[in-house]
């Protein structure tokens, strides 16, 4: 069970250091120039877009929540909607 943060906290290492420190310029949208393709690498591989996801931190953050939630419910039958459970 030791695997599953690791697994999760490489994913948002490799997240951090593919998305860049710089903020996203104009033509970064164009595919003809070369800064364009690291957001591609990054959006391709990580579903993370710099202009629309804000800090890549966070998006981090918000995607290992979705995930532990996930599997929180499917392994664990963690569901506090279910009314058959008691708390």
């Known amino acids: 069970m030791k695997l599953l943060p690791a697994t999760l906290a490489s994913a948002l290492l490799a997240t951090l250091a593919c998305s860049g420190c710089s903020t996203p310029t ?4 164009n595919h003809w120039r070369i800064e364009s ?3 591609r690498i990054t ?3 990580f579903g993370y877009d ?3 996801d804000g800090s890549a931190w966070h998006y981090g ?3 290992a929540s979705s995930i532990g939630k996930t599997l929180r419910r499917r ?3 963690s569901n506090p909607d279910n009314p058959l459970t008691s708390d």
Request: charged letters at 15%; a positive charge; zero cysteines.
């Open 75 to 77: 392994l664990l039958n």
């Open 61 to 63: 953050l918000r995607e």
């Open 26 to 29: 104009a033509n970064q949208s």
């Open 50 to 52: 710099g202009t629309k």
């Open 43 to 45: 959006y391709t591989f």
């Open 37 to 39: 393709i690291g957001p």
